[in-house]
């Protein structure tokens, strides 16, 4: 099944390109030649129903897939050009480049502070650490309600707020990609905008890939939406993928608009 592409991006504002890509849990398939261009300083948002492994393909991208035993890809993910599924690729590096926000948030027991600066701190930086931390704090949205409780634990912060603790550690090493496995879906709706707000803020320093079940939150804040679906043969492949108005207002695919209009999934 191919996939309809109503506009990729052009080849000057790349960031991560995705060709013929297949990964293997074991024997199980569970993305078919994936083909995509994420665009930089953009959000692009992977939707479709459960399974279909839009985790399973944010996952590629920073080689979290490294820490599943019988794991296997197959293909190419160029981060600038350069393919990082590949063997000579540095996966320490990797991961500073692409950071991963995750469905729940997963603060460090330890302080406000010492979270922001753990990256940092394991990446051998030690100079410029209050900078660095108000610098990411600051980013992330959340300074002006942490700055007089830095030292405190980290897990006495509200949802929204670990969510947003946890953005700016990832902030801290100064990533290029930051990836978002559903980031706002444990949170209430005022912490999820807060969220959502943030990520049209980052996007202008950064390239953002969120994988969300939430169409209005797809057509709010993504400039690209690509559309996965479990194949027949059971393994999830890329159905449509181009700017977010077209997919909702336009889509080419009869599969995607039954999908965005609620008709399954």
């Known amino acids: 099944m191919l996939a309809a592409v109503t506009e990729q991006a052009t080849a000057d504002d790349t960031k991560l390109e995705v060709k013929g890509l297949n990964f293997f849990y074991g024997d199980f398939k569970a993305l078919n030649d994936i083909n995509l261009v994420v665009p930089e300083n953009r959000i692009t948002a992977l939707i ?92 992330a949205a959340l300074w002006d309600e942490v700055k007089d409780r830095l030292k405190r634990s980290a897990l006495g912060l509200s949802g929204g707020q670990q969510q947003r603790l946890v953005i700016a550690r990832v902030l801290a090493v100064q990533p290029e990609v930051i990836l978002m ?40 804040t993504s400039d690209y939406t690509a559309f996965l679906m479990m194949a027949t043969e059971r393994y999830g492949e890329l159905i449509e993928y181009g700017p977010t108005t077209e997919i909702f207002n336009r889509p080419q695919n009869k599969l995607t608009e039954d999908y965005i209009t609620g008709r399954f999934g």
């Open 48 to 139: 479709g129903p459960s399974g279909c492994g839009k985790s399973t393909m944010i996952r590629v991208f920073n080689r979290m897939y490294d820490l599943v035993p019988r794991t296997r890809v197959e293909g190419q993910v160029l981060l600038d050009g350069e393919d990082v599924v590949s063997d000579r690729t540095d996966v320490v590096s990797l991961r500073q480049r692409v950071g991963m926000v995750f469905q729940r948030p997963n603060p460090f027991p330890m302080s406000i502070y010492d979270n922001v600066a753990y990256g940092p701190r394991i990446l051998g930086q030690r100079k410029n650490m209050e900078e660095v931390v108000e610098r990411s704090l600051r980013q």
């Open 181 to 220: 496995d559903e980031p706002a879906s444990a949170l209430d709706p005022v912490a999820t905008l807060k969220i959502e707000e943030l990520a049209q803020e980052l996007k202008k320093d950064y390239t953002i890939v969120i994988v969300t079940h939430n169409m209005q939150q797809a057509a709010r």
